[in-house]
């Protein structure tokens, strides 16, 4: 009567946080979320603003003219960015943030009824993207990230598992880890995609969350057979709202758009107009990146303090944390759940052997005293 697939599907992180969450304060505790990745950023105003401005008084169904605004705005911040010379029509579609490529890049490249049905995730990395490889029938191929980079090195992967991939996902600035691959390895990258057939899918949500020098993307090192997705998420203060965008290709994106015109998904006049204005502004993601930087090094700092070891990495707002022994990565974070402090286990990224080890905390507070003064009890316990 139903999809067994479902039952290969464990829950989803976030959803074992809310249960943890509610446990704690049934239980009176004070809790500390450090486990989502939705920190207390202001929208975007000229974006908040255009939103407002563009609430109709019938609501009807998404029209062509915000959206032709929204994409000719994401396709210069990709040129303004990377460099990239996309026509906005042909070879840029806008989505509902970046989770939903999650669910359609491996339905788009993927035959169910090829031995070539591999999709490629590179683990700890996001949950969604493992998840979208097993809802769309693919085989779901774990690459493990191993310490101290946790960067893919797919030129080292056996003849036999790249014959058997039809989609390759890569995460720079990587969520769990905030490690960032650099030109040469992205370009080494999609050389060997490009000469295996292998669609390259770059999820490049946290390109605005970086110290020092930006990030390199995709679509610096390769013009064919690749996928960047971005988002206004972290971009913008846009989580709520759901604005991102997929490009590259004008034959890969065409594709893209046939898949999802299929069940009809937009985003809404209200979220494209906002949209314009926040691809259009490098000013306000200059200015929350000083802000989660902050966030980020104070968190970093209680940590070490407590004599914690935590990843180096300067990149998004998270950090990967080891757990204390005799713990592993998902029994310290439910201990630390039963003290009200929540936290990302690396289990629940499909982190293999030492990575699961390890936790993820997003450094989402601008006071981590109470939060470490919790930790240090767990630790001393």
Same mark, same amino acid.
């Given at each position: 009567?139903?999809?067994?697939?479902?039952?290969?599907?464990?829950?989803?992180?976030?959803?074992?946080?809310?249960?943890?969450?509610?446990?704690?304060?049934?239980?009176?505790?004070?809790?500390?979320?450090?486990?989502?990745?939705?920190?207390?950023?202001?929208?975007?105003?000229?974006?908040r603003?255009?939103?407002?401005?563009?609430?109709?008084?019938?609501?009807?169904?998404?029209?062509?003219?915000?959206?032709?605004?929204?994409?000719?705005?994401?396709?210069?911040?990709?040129?303004?960015?990377?460099?990239?010379q996309l026509?906005?029509?042909?070879?840029?579609?806008?989505?509902?943030?970046?989770?939903?490529?999650?669910?359609?890049?491996?339905?788009?490249?993927?035959?169910?009824?090829?031995?070539?049905?591999?999709?490629?995730?590179p683990?700890?990395?996001?949950?969604?993207?493992?998840?979208g490889?097993?809802?769309a029938?693919?085989?779901?191929?774990?690459?493990?990230l191993?310490?101290?980079?946790?960067?893919?090195?797919?030129?080292?992967?056996?003849?036999?598992?790249?014959?058997?991939?039809?989609?390759?996902?890569?995460?720079?600035?990587?969520?769990?880890?905030?490690?960032?691959?650099?030109?040469?390895d992205?370009?080494?990258?999609?050389?060997?995609?490009?000469?295996?057939?292998?669609?390259?899918?770059?999820?490049?949500?946290?390109?605005?969350?970086?110290?020092?020098?930006?990030?390199?993307?995709?679509?610096?090192v390769?013009?064919?057979?690749?996928?960047?997705? @971005?988002?206004?998420s972290?971009?913008?203060?846009?989580?709520?709202?759901?604005?991102?965008?997929?490009?590259?290709?004008?034959?890969?994106?065409?594709?893209?758009?046939?898949?999802?015109?299929?069940?009809?998904?937009?985003?809404?006049?209200?979220?494209?107009?906002?949209?314009?204005?926040?691809?259009?502004?490098?000013? @306000?993601?200059?200015?929350?990146?000083?802000? @989660?930087?902050?966030r980020?090094?104070?968190?970093?700092?209680?940590?070490?303090?407590?004599?914690?070891?935590?990843?180096?990495?300067?990149?998004?707002?998270?950090?990967?944390?080891r757990?204390?022994?005799? @713990?592993?990565?998902?029994?310290?974070?439910?201990a630390?759940?039963?003290?009200?402090?929540?936290?990302?286990?690396?289990?629940?990224?499909?982190?293999?052997?030492?990575?699961?080890?390890?936790?993820?905390?997003?450094?989402?507070?601008?006071?981590?005293?109470?939060?470490?003064?919790?930790?240090?009890?767990?630790?001393?316990?």
């Amino acid at each position: 009567m139903f999809n067994p697939i479902l039952e290969r599907l464990d829950p989803y992180p976030t959803s074992t946080l809310q249960l943890w969450r509610e446990e704690a304060r049934a239980r009176g505790l004070t809790v500390w979320d450090l486990g989502v990745g939705d920190p207390p950023t202001l929208l975007h105003p000229g974006a908040r603003a255009a939103f407002l401005d563009a609430v109709p008084t019938a609501a009807s169904y998404p029209r062509q003219g915000p959206a032709v605004a929204a994409r000719a705005a994401a396709a210069g911040f990709l040129r303004r960015r990377y460099g990239a010379q996309l026509d906005p029509e042909a070879q840029v579609v806008l989505t509902t943030g970046s989770k939903e490529a999650s669910v359609l890049v491996p339905l788009l490249a993927v035959d169910r009824d090829s031995p070539r049905r591999g999709v490629l995730v590179p683990v700890p990395g996001y949950a969604a993207a493992l998840r979208g490889a097993v809802l769309a029938g693919a085989e779901l191929i774990p690459v493990p990230l191993q310490p101290p980079h946790f960067t893919p090195r797919v030129w080292e992967l056996p003849e036999a598992v790249l014959s058997r991939a039809a989609v390759l996902w890569i995460n720079s600035p990587h969520n769990p880890t905030g490690a960032v691959m650099s030109r040469e390895d992205l370009a080494r990258t999609a050389a060997v995609c490009g000469e295996r057939g292998i669609l390259l899918a770059s999820d490049e949500l946290y390109a605005d969350l970086y110290q020092g020098e930006p990030p390199a993307g995709v679509l610096e090192v390769a013009e064919r057979g690749v996928l960047a997705v @971005h988002s206004l998420s972290k971009r913008a203060g846009f989580t709520a709202l759901g604005a991102g965008c997929v490009a590259g290709a004008a034959e890969v994106i065409a594709r893209y758009r046939k898949l999802r015109d299929a069940y009809g998904a937009a985003p809404s006049d209200m979220v494209n107009a906002a949209a314009a204005v926040a691809w259009a502004d490098d000013a @306000h993601p200059a200015e929350a990146r000083q802000v @989660h930087a902050r966030r980020r090094a104070a968190l970093q700092e209680g940590l070490e303090a407590l004599g914690l070891e935590v990843l180096r990495t300067g990149a998004t707002f998270y950090l990967w944390v080891r757990a204390p022994a005799p @713990h592993d990565g998902l029994s310290w974070a439910r201990a630390l759940a039963a003290r009200g402090v929540l936290v990302q286990a690396g289990a629940w990224f499909g982190a293999l052997g030492e990575a699961r080890r390890w936790v993820r905390f997003a450094a989402v507070l601008e006071d981590y005293q109470q939060a470490l003064a919790v930790i240090q009890g767990e630790l001393e316990a």
